[in-house]
């Protein structure tokens, strides 16, 4: 007489086929169930089909991921005073997609992003505002290649810096008409933007 499969060793199985993308060999040495039966399962519940399914809307999800996290990005670095809610989402956001590659990749080493800043000459406001704007790119990325990393400190840093292109920004503009002789910037803030810059 043959053994009764319980519902929860048939889910299991289901899961490691549709979700884990097992084959009907590998879930049968995962459950003990034999692949006859897998197939059988699979054929009536429509394993296959599913399954493609599953893999079609988990490829929306990622793509919809990447492009909410460049969004949020962009928001957050080109807004002169941006909204800590939108640096907190996005820091937040960056913690979940890196314990989710954690996750599917744990041999992989997390490549050092931020390794320092090349010295460049700063002679203008512009100048400071793209030099500022890389390195604090740079920052961030260097952060979220190790979310456990991400702290309150750090986020304090980085609003700092933000707020130094929003105030460099700021006084830029009132300069578009000026002689750009007269617009280059005094020993503070060159000191101050190298400060910034060595985060």
């Not at 199985?13 to 169930?33: K, S």
């Not at 400071?128 to 979220?144: S, T």
């Amino acid at each position: 007489m043959p053994t009764e499969i319980s519902w929860e060793i048939r889910e299991r199985a289901e899961g490691l086929y549709i979700i884990d993308g097992l084959t009907y060999e590998q879930t049968a040495a995962r459950t003990g169930v034999s692949v006859t039966q897998l197939k059988r399962w699979g054929a009536d519940g429509g394993w296959g089909e599913r399954r493609a399914e599953y893999r079609r809307e988990l490829s929306d999800i990622r793509r919809g991921t990447v492009q909410l996290r460049a969004k949020l990005l962009r928001k957050v670095l080109d807004s002169p005073e941006p909204d800590p809610q939108d640096v907190y989402a996005f820091a937040r956001i960056e913690q979940v997609a890196a314990a989710a590659a954690a996750k599917t990749q744990p041999e992989a080493p997390g490549a050092e992003i931020c390794e320092g800043v090349e010295q460049r000459a700063i002679q203008t406001p512009e100048d400071a505002v793209a030099a500022l704007g890389e390195a604090l790119q740079k920052k961030i990325n260097g952060m979220l290649t190790s979310p456990a990393g991400v702290d309150l400190a750090g986020i304090k840093e980085v609003r700092q810096c933000l707020e130094l292109i929003g105030q460099m920004r700021a006084q830029m503009a009132p300069e578009e008409t000026a002689d750009p002789s007269d617009r280059a910037l005094d020993a503070k803030t060159i000191r101050s933007i190298r400060e910034q810059l060595s985060l």
